[in-house]
Nanobody
């Protein structure tokens, strides 16, 4: 079992920055990839970024050049640095982790970008 807790969400003006954190606990030795997804009201959950245990990253086109995913294996924490935020980035952001072929999700953290 892996437990994930997100933090760092909040309200920010357009053009601002936020850093989200995702702290993992439990069977952390089995975690392979970690990722961030988001879900806006009335929309499906969508990929934001992923990072493998080896540090390979993947981003949605909509956030490339603005968001950076990183991972501190010593702290069992993944991060999402979000710069140049836009109102369309407003959503609940969820962290996930793939461990032993099981996908775990956090509870989500709200990010609201005002225009």
């Amino acid at each position: 079992q892996v437990q994930l807790v997100e933090s760092g969400g909040g309200l920010v003006q357009a053009g601002g920055s936020l850093r989200l954190s995702c702290a993992a606990s439990g069977s952390i030795f089995s975690i392979d990839a970690m990722g961030w997804y988001r879900q806006a009201p009335g929309k499906q959950r969508e990929l934001v970024a992923t990072i493998t245990s080896g540090g390979n990253t993947n981003y949605a086109d909509s956030v490339k050049g603005r968001f950076t995913i990183s991972r501190d294996n010593a702290k069992n924490t993944a991060y999402l640095q979000m710069n140049s935020l836009k109102p369309e980035d407003t959503a609940v952001y969820y962290c996930n982790a793939l461990a032993s072929s099981i996908l775990y999700w956090g509870q989500g953290t709200q990010v609201t970008v005002s225009s």
